[in-house]
């Protein structure tokens, strides 16, 4: 008999990558969302959940009849007050509390490569995933901790530069990471989530590239001359202490940015999509 799958986070790109993902393993996730308006497009799912992982009062019965919930639950944008220790911290142990409750078996959690050093140099986002991450170990639940790769996705906007202008890098742009495909994400994390138990799993696309080759990637793909500018990573750190007063949440944007840009953070190699092949195919379908 199929586990019965929580999603939380479902709306997001990854969310709805995974629903997809399961549903090809035969499987109808439930998904977990803030708003219903969240669920508009996704097909595959058994039932739509609304719940508010800030408030706990409204999780309640949320777990009910679930075996595995996967959290890809956090900020992605910036908008209002709430802080990453709000939501990938206390929203995940909100979250993870309602499945206790529940008897869910199996809690799975998405984090970034580098969490737990960007945890140590006081990365907020990584700060928050971190010290979830330690308590969902502790939990009695079984666990999966995925760290992954950037996605590919968020390199379109580098792209966009490529187009126009000079790009502006942070430092000598040799740090390493190693891009990923979301659908290939998902697909992987599926796989994980249905195998593994109590182990930390890594996912990243093909290759590892430093930031020189993906920018270098992003200006061959409008066939223009390569043009890079780099910041002095001293003037970043400058500029996010003089921010950190007005807007907490642009610090923690900048301080995650900043960590990337000088902190080599690779994982595993196991998606098939390189990033030049994604842009490529990006645009093809856009235009």
């Not at 206790?100 to 140099?121: E, H, N, Y």
């Not at 939990?139 to 126009?164: N, P, T």
């Not at 900048?254 to 960590?259: A, D, E, K």
Request: hydrophobic residues 45%; proline residues 4%.
């Amino acid at each position: 008999m199929a586990d019965n799958i929580l999603i939380a986070g479902v709306g997001g790109v990854l969310g709805r990558a995974l629903v997809g993902a399961f549903n090809k393993k035969g499987v109808n996730p439930s998904g977990l969302s803030l708003f219903e308006r969240e669920f508009n497009g996704i097909e595959g799912l058994s039932s739509k959940i609304l719940g508010d992982v800030t408030r706990p009062e409204s999780l309640h019965g949320t777990c009910a009849g679930i075996d595995v919930v996967v959290s890809v639950v956090g900020i992605t944008r910036i908008r209002g007050k709430l802080t990453h220790m709000d939501v990938d911290y206390q929203g995940n142990m909100n979250l993870l509390a309602e499945a206790k409750r529940a008897g869910v078996r199996k809690f799975v959690v998405i984090s970034p490569a580098g969490t737990d050093l960007g945890a140590r140099q006081g990365v907020p986002l990584m700060e928050a995933k971190f010290k979830f991450e330690e308590a969902l170990k502790k939990s009695g639940l079984a666990w999966i901790i995925v760290r992954s790769g950037g996605f590919m996705a968020d390199f379109v906007g580098m792209a966009e530069l490529a187009r126009k202008g000079p790009m502006y890098i942070i430092g000598n742009g040799n740090a390493v990471s190693t891009p990923v495909e979301v659908e290939e994400l998902a697909a992987l994390m599926v796989d994980d989530t249905l195998l593994l138990a109590n182990t930390y799993t890594s996912i990243g696309g093909p290759r590892d590239m430093t930031w020189r080759q993906i920018g270098t990637a992003c200006f061959k793909l409008w066939d223009k001359p390569i043009r890079m500018i780099s910041i002095p990573a001293w003037i970043c750190r400058l500029m996010l202490v003089l921010i950190r007063p007005f807007s907490f949440q642009y610090y923690a944007m900048g301080q995650l940015i900043l960590f990337f840009s000088v902190n080599s953070a690779p994982t595993a190699q196991r998606g098939k999509m390189d990033l030049e092949a994604y842009l490529q195919h990006y645009y093809r379908k856009s235009s």
